[in-house]
């Protein structure tokens, strides 16, 4: 459940999602807090899909919402509470009933509203504006923020006692910079989202050195930020191979493609012939007179990436099997796998 909405197999993700799974079925308030763009309403539907209640998942992104109309979204309103009021209305605690309430960017909520969410989570009673009598409502509550709320309490901005009362199982989801080995599974999921959406798109494909261009990145925008560097792919490299330089050039540096020189690469070398025969460097001067430079340390390690993994493949995974095929140490090979980042055949 929790692996089909939350990509991605780094440790920090592993170990988020089985602090996901241990909680979803409990009723603990649990408050999600990383960088903005990281995913962590992704975090709030797998707690929720995870949990087995009924109900729906309701979300309010409270820094969306101007404050004077923020209550009346949580709470609701009957006919005539206020100019404008024409009939009555239920608020997103009220539908949340039997389900997750998810209230993002919890940090930006009112002082005023902050105390009658307190008392709504003490007592598990609502009252919609203009009405008379209270109702109970059944719901779990899971919050999010990128703000620093112990500072914010600190600073007289933020309850204490809401903080500690949302704040009972808090998860920590990682920035996309921690987990750059996570780009390539969140790159697929991506690409299949985006062509089930729109099936006469034509996917863009990334090599190599794409992959380790993308991972190189900063990444100040986190996952929301590679979706539209992705976007950029479909729009200027549609149904391409998409390599180091249009990473760097075209999707982050914003550049258009040439036409006449987007698809040309570095060859890729033979497959070694019964003699061993070594690549023939007049392709590579070819190439250079083309592209006029080009990214050695990049083009060895992709090289190199790439006769590792061929060699892993031949042998079923066998690292030792692979190691003799590629006259290297087992224990050089295993060094480079880590550093590459190839985890097949090694112990978890």
Request: net charge neutral; with cysteine; hydrophobic share 45%.
């Amino acid at each position: 459940m929790v692996d089909r909405i939350i990509v991605g197999e780094t440790a920090p993700m592993r170990q988020l999602k089985r602090m996901i799974a241990a909680v979803a079925v409990s009723d603990a308030a649990v408050l999600v807090r990383g960088p903005t763009g990281a995913g962590k309403e992704l975090v709030a539907e797998a707690l929720h899909r995870a949990s087995g209640r009924k109900g729906a998942l309701i979300a309010v992104n409270c820094a969306a919402i101007p404050a004077e109309l923020l209550e009346s979204e949580l709470f609701g309103h009957e006919k005539g509470a206020f100019t404008g009021a024409e009939r009555a209305r239920p608020g997103r605690i009220e539908q949340a009933a039997g389900g997750t309430l998810f209230l993002d960017e919890i940090g930006d909520m009112p002082l005023a509203l902050q105390a009658k969410l307190l008392r709504v989570l003490e007592t598990r009673r609502i009252q919609r504006l203009g009405a008379t009598g209270e109702q109970t409502v059944d719901f779990r509550l899971v919050t999010a923020t990128h703000r620093d709320l112990n500072a914010a309490v600190a600073a007289g901005t933020f309850r204490a006692d809401l903080f500690f009362r949302i704040s009972v199982f808090p998860l920590t989801v990682p920035s996309l910079a921690e987990r750059t080995a996570d780009i390539p599974l969140i790159l697929a999921r991506l690409i299949e989202e985006y062509s089930a959406a729109n099936p006469a798109a034509e996917p863009p494909h990334f090599d190599l050195g794409a992959i380790r261009a993308l991972a190189a990145h900063a990444w100040p925008g986190n996952i929301r930020e590679l979706k539209n560097v992705l976007m950029r792919a479909f729009v200027m490299l549609p149904g391409r191979m998409v390599t180091a330089r249009h990473v760097r050039d075209n999707l982050l540096g914003m550049e258009m493609p040439d036409p006449e020189t987007a698809d040309i690469a570095m060859p890729e070398p033979p497959a070694p012939q019964a003699k061993g025969d070594l690549p023939d460097p007049s392709q590579f001067h070819d190439a250079l007179q083309r592209l006029g430079d080009i990214d050695l340390r990049g083009y060895i390690r992709d090289i190199e990436v790439a006769l590792i993994e061929a060699a892993l493949d031949k042998r079923q995974g066998n690292v030792a099997q692979a190691a003799d095929a590629l006259r290297l140490r087992r224990t050089t090979l295993i060094e480079k796998m880590k550093k590459f980042g190839i985890r097949r055949g090694l112990a978890a």
